[in-house]
């Protein structure tokens, strides 16, 4: 079942009448359940594309169909609520709130959605509990390392249990310890809890852990082929 | 979302900026202070005058010389001889004034008193009565502590005696004995008769520095007139105030030949009409004052604007976050809207509490000064409007600082980076 269709996607910025083409003209699908990386050189469109998909920035070209249904025809509360309910988003810069403690940070999205707030608390735990950091709880950001704050980032997306995780550049900012711990949580999410996921980086040995490469080059695809092998952060029971 | 998360949500976003949240609502703070203080000062003194006013009694009228003032530029300098003893004699009779129980005219001038080398300037009221020797005690309630008011024989015979003030004693005569000693009014001696006790202010009466002697002496030989400053006259039942105006009206018309009342060469005013006028001046000046204490809050509400406007820029990126995670834009606009409420709502408070305190504080000093008859008034109704007003600015000045917000795209959580 296909979740995301975009057809002829295009993205041309404007700014003191010089024109940007980010995005010229890209097509592709991602079904259910699916682990998708999209890598590229610096430049190349990647986040303006992810933008697009994960109802963060709107195209200026192309259709682009969301669970079947044209994202245009969405309305300004619908988009709300699958940004909160049907996607989770990953930010290269983490984008946690500043002053505020890890449980809270989590416990945001749930803050616009209808969950019950006897919920909240139990539902955060569980998804901080996810990504390993149950001892971190009660800890502002300003006291996490990189890693940690970037798997507070991923509860977060993780709370309201979406269709579909985007990560831009989730291992950008950090050493390649903490990034293979990332990459466990998100294989882990991928085959145990099904969730689709979309994963921007320009590393080729990052993208090898998902399942199917899309190379985007200025601004349009330049290949789209599933990965040969593998690279498994760790084991996993399919 | 629900409200309360949302209230929740501007509460916490508030205590993050603490110190700017407290310099923010400094503009309103002091304006609802101010409004408070001149509010609660404002009904002190109406209920100091009118006590003054009302010290009288209310069945007292006052019969006044000349017409009634129609303006601040109307002199009303006409007919102020107008009233003379054979007025008082006309509305003694009970066939023209059935329900007066007391008459008595007044005449006052300033002079000077003299003892020995010691002098004092100070104010001589002519009153009393030629038929009952209590009326001004009565009118008053004023009793002599040492020796009596003059009689009302001394009234008729033109009496050189007179009823001194506590103050007006001990500036003549320290601590010697005064009564049955003789001062000199303006040359003239008369003969002490009687001394009030401290006694303080009675309507617009300062007994403690004043002088008290028959009206016809007063007039002969200190004023050297024949005309009286008013008439007091006491109706005997309040139910018949108004049919003694009217019947000390007719009367009096009818001495001074009068046909037409826009001619009338007096006026005739109850305690009623003055209180009525003080409070009408009083509100008025309180009003005055508290719209020229609400530019302050209406400074204060820019002032809020400003700092939203600034709060939401610096603020964009954890808008753009929000509204990333599925925040709508009711609920970014509810977010920064009751920020801006909680604001002046919570400094409208404290506004109230400082003006109440201050105003309490200007009490005490008032108390210390003029005794119980100044009372602490604490305006409940400005509390309620200081604080619906403060919201009311709050949601004003903040509704555009939370619409910016709430157009915010998503996209910005990540662009300013
Ligand atoms: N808001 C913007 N305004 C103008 N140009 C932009 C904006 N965002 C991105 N771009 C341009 O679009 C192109 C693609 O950017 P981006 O999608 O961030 O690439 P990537 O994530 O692959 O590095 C770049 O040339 C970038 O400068
Ligand atoms: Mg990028």
């Known amino acids: ?238 | 979302m629900k409200f309360l998360n949302r209230l929740k949500t501007a509460i916490v976003g508030l205590k993050t900026n603490k110190v700017r949240s407290a310099l923010t609502i400094l503009g309103i703070v002091i304006g609802v202070a101010a409004i408070i203080s001149i509010m609660s000062l404002g009904a002190g003194a109406q209920k100091l005058i009118l006590d003054q006013v009302e010290g009288l009694g209310s069945n007292t009228i006052a019969v006044l010389p000349g017409r009634e003032p129609t303006g601040i530029s109307d002199t009303a300098g006409l007919f102020l001889d107008s009233l003379r003893e054979e007025d008082i004699k006309a509305l003694l009779l009970p066939s023209n004034v059935p329900h007066a129980s007391d008459v008595m005219p007044v005449a006052f001038g300033s002079s000077r008193l003299s003892y020995g080398n010691e002098t004092y300037q100070s104010t001589i009221l002519g009153a009393g009565s030629a038929e009952d020797s209590n009326v001004i005690s009565r009118i008053f309630d004023v009793y002599p502590s040492e020796g009596s008011f003059f009689t009302a024989g001394d009234v008729q015979s033109l009496a050189p005696v007179v009823v001194i003030g506590d103050r007006v004693r001990e500036e003549l005569f320290g601590n010697q004995r005064a009564l049955g000693e003789n001062i000199r009014i303006n040359g003239k001696r008369f003969r002490v008769v009687g001394i009030l006790p401290k006694k303080g202010q009675v309507s617009f009466f300062n007994f403690d520095e004043m002088v008290i002697a028959p009206y016809t002496t007063v007039n002969q030989y200190v004023l050297g007139r024949k005309h009286f400053d008013r008439i007091i006259v006491i109706a005997d039942d309040a139910r018949y105030l108004d049919d003694t105006v009217r019947d000390i009206t007719v009367t009096l018309r009818g001495r001074h030949k009068i046909t037409d009342p826009a001619k009338d060469d007096f006026f005739v005013q109850t305690q009623a009409d003055l209180a009525e006028r003080v409070s009408s001046i009083t509100s008025v000046l309180t009003a005055f004052l508290s719209a020229v204490a609400s530019i302050s809050l209406f400074v204060g509400g820019i002032g809020i604007m400003n700092i939203m406007l600034v709060s939401v820029t610096e603020r964009t990126r954890e808008i753009g976050l929000r509204k990333a995670l599925g925040a709508t834009r009711a609920d970014i606009l509810w977010q920064f809207l009751l920020e801006s409420i909680g604001l002046t709502v919570v400094g409208g408070i404290i506004g109230i509490l400082l003006g109440g305190l201050f105003s309490f504080g200007v009490s005490l000093l008032l108390t210390e000064q003029l005794g119980n008859a100044w009372q602490f008034t604490f305006p409940y109704f400005g509390a309620v409007l200081g604080v619906g007003v403060s919201g009311i600015i709050g949601l004003v000045f903040g509704l555009y600082p939370a619409r910016q917000a709430s157009k915010k795209s998503p996209i910005e959580a990540l662009r300013y980076e």
């Open chain 1, 1 to 238: 079942m296909e979740i995301i269709n975009a057809i002829n996607l295009e993205k041309t910025y404007y700014t003191e009448g010089l024109e940007t083409r980010a995005v010229r003209d890209v097509s592709l699908t991602i079904s259910r359940g699916e682990f998708v990386a999209i890598i590229g050189p610096s430049g190349s469109g990647k986040s303006t594309l992810l933008h697009i998909l994960g109802f963060i920035d709107p195209n200026t070209g192309g259709e682009y169909f969301f669970e079947g249904k044209n994202v245009n025809d969405y309305s300004d509360d619908e988009k709300a609520f699958i940004r909160n309910k049907r996607i989770g988003f990953v930010f290269q810069s983490f984008n946690l709130l500043a002053r505020t403690s890890v449980l809270e940070n989590v416990k945001l999205p749930l803050l616009y959605s209808d969950v019950p707030e006897k919920q909240w608390d139990e539902r955060a735990k569980k998804a901080i509990d996810a990504v390993g950091l149950t001892h971190r709880l009660l800890h502002e950001p300003s006291e996490l390392s990189g890693g940690e704050k970037q798997r507070v980032a991923i509860a977060r997306a993780l709370i309201r249990e979406p269709e579909i995780i985007f990560a831009d550049e989730p291992t950008g900012n950090l050493d390649s310890a903490s990034g293979k711990s990332i990459m466990e949580i998100l294989q882990k999410l991928n085959e145990e809890k099904n969730h689709t996921i979309v994963l921007i980086t320009h590393e080729t040995y990052t993208a090898e852990h998902a399942e199917r490469i899309i190379s985007l080059r200025d601004g349009l695809v330049e290949r789209d082929s599933k990965v040969e092998k593998r690279n498994m952060a760790s084991e996993f029971k399919k």
